[in-house]
């Protein structure tokens, strides 16, 4: 090779060719998405008056998904649907419908994930699971699923003497024969970041449809 | 909002305009004789001090290649 | 070993022809090695100390997948917090300072220009090694962004894209300042990786954390990043040291240099559209899938041509091979090249990937690019270019045997084991009459397994850092320049 100049502009021109075709086009086409309706009237438009989906999160859930974060939770669960018929996503129950473009975009950082060591949580908010099932599966996951490999997060949570007065309304309970159970006396209460975290997870759910995505899709 | 296949479109036309200039590429570095003795570039690596047909590198408890290599009498033929 | 191919044309001693007249100022190698002696060292050391980090934290992050209370009590230790300091110190750490390393030099010694102004170089390997430990320990005390390959806090961003630029101007300069005409194919993959980087640094960077993109936008820049990263990253720069080292060592050159110039492009083409692979199946657009799909299965092209290249350079030189420490990891990194690289295009297509995606298939297929690929490709640099810039020579060939054997054996035993507990999870994972936990159960074996490649892998780095930090503390050798099979420059 004598010619630099071409040189060059090959090495520009590939690069500038695979995000111009994957990013720079994905950002035309849906990076201006806006919520919507469930259903679209008869002329291709929202609902008028009606409830408009995805649903921004706030408060508590949103200082919960820093934890989620910061905790590295998405390293072993994703949150996405695949389509009915490609993998067993829907029949494991992870969600009633497959996940789109739409259900994401008011999310500041979107946790997709690649890794499934854990169930997906795309809907975990959506499952019968009470706060109180959460904190203990937290609190030591062996409690509520035995024989699992997720990490406990204990540090999340204080043990402290038991009020005279009562116990605190928001103790945990723990089984008294797990590791890690408060001795007579003493009780499990989560930290601020406990709580939230536990907020964001209840509020992690696929309650809607999309004019573009249906239940059982 | 832009559908889909009308991005399809413009991928492809501008995947036909890039294998159309990458021909032109082709056809205008052969004229310029860019492809000319292009095998020899390949032996642009070696230099006086690391000639061609030594090998140089061997674990420290072995002896080293030493020079010439390979044998004279195989490389005359 | 004893046959050379026809189309080398003049045996070795006719070789020795006065070099042409504009080329007279041309600096001998050993000069830009020379030149190149305390950087290159600089930045072998600091990324020896990050393989070593890097090892201790995957050590702990898989103990504690199959052994959840290891060090279960200590946050900053957390699986996901581990295991990402792990990715970093890796990445950032290691690779690229070894990458710093290799590609400079190699650079400098095709373009016969010496390293001017080292102490710069120097500063900025110092700033970019400070950015990583402060990123890392943001990592581990509370800042991590789980994001996949950028899970490093954004404010040590433009510590590390100012010193990367100071790193990647250096090779820019050489290549600049060239003596001679031809451009030889490893120095267009170098000068290829170092525009690359930045850029795809810059973009992920901006889209993801300073000005967000809508919604999955943001994913999608993220493995175009995260993919291209080793795709236009690690991999020119291993193919550009496996481009010069095979050929140097056996004293031959590359089988055919039309090949090597096909790889480049295919290469530069096709491995950039290939990260979408991993959403498939997921919220985005399906063309984006297909077009992902097609990138990967494009990757065949040039990754059968560099292997064809490689091995029939290496036909008939295997012992040669095998008797140079250099090789022995070169080929080996290269062999793992082309078969990783097959498994990714596989694992591109939608039926494969149903299985795959998600599961522990993908992680060992990571490392099997990575470390199979990169990290071997660079140890053997190193073996091949500290000896030149110290002039000494490897105090111990039985640390180079156990590195070598601990870390190939190591690796196999990571990548077969973990391929085979992904696939088993992927199929279980989509019969949905097996209960989740069962597949976490099935898992535990083969992730020990894991655990025990860990322990090899980590015996062969110790290996080879006592020989690194060995032979700079060693005393000064008084082995002639000639032992590395290096001849004087006729006067």
Sequence with gaps: MKNLPLLFLGIFFTLAFSWSGLILSSEIQYGKLVPTTSTLNAEGEPEEGGELFPAASAGIALQGKEVYQNQGCMYCHSQQVRPKGYGADFERGWGPRQTVPRDYILEDRVLLGTMRTGPDLANVGGRALSADWHHQHLYNPQITSPGSVMPPFRYLYRMQEIDPEGPSPDAVSIPADFPYAPPPGYEVVPTDEAKALVAYLLSLRIDYELPEAKFSQ | ?77 | MSTLPTTQASPAPAKTEAPPEEWSDRVALSTIDESMRVPGIFFVVSGGVWLLIGTALAIVASFKLHNPEFLGNIEALTFGRARSAHLNAMTYGWGNNALFAVALWIMSRLCRAPVRYHYILITAGVMWNLGVTIGIWGILFGDLTSVEWLEMPTYVTPLLALSYALVGVWGILAFHFRKGDHVYVSQWYILAALFWFPWLYTVAQMMIFFTPARGTVQAITNWWFAHNVLGLWYTPVGLAAAYYLIPKILGKPIHSYYLSILGFWSLALFYNWAGVHHLIGGPIPLWLQAAGTVGSIGMVIPVIVVAVNHHLTARGSFRAVWNSPTLRFVVFGAMSYTLTSLIGSAMAVPDVNEVTHFTHFTVAHAHHGVYAFFTMVMFGAIYFMLPRLLNREWPSATLIRIHFWACALGIGIYVVGLSIGGWMQGLMMNNPDIPFLDIVQAMIPWLLSRSFAGILLTVGHLAFFANLIWMIAGPRSTVPKTSLGRERVPA
Aim: charged share 25%; hydrophobic share 40%.
């Design chain 2, 1 to 77: 909002m832009y559908t889909a296949s009308a991005l399809v479109t413009v991928v492809i036309i501008v995947a036909c305009l890039i294998f159309v200039s990458a021909v032109y590429a082709l056809y205008w570095a052969s004229r310029h004789g860019q492809l000319e003795r292009f095998e020899e570039g390949a032996k642009s690596i070696f230099t006086e001090e690391e000639p061609e047909g030594r090998p140089l590198d061997a674990f420290p408890d072995k002896e080293k290649p030493r020079p010439p290599w390979p044998p004279e009498e195989e490389t005359r033929s």
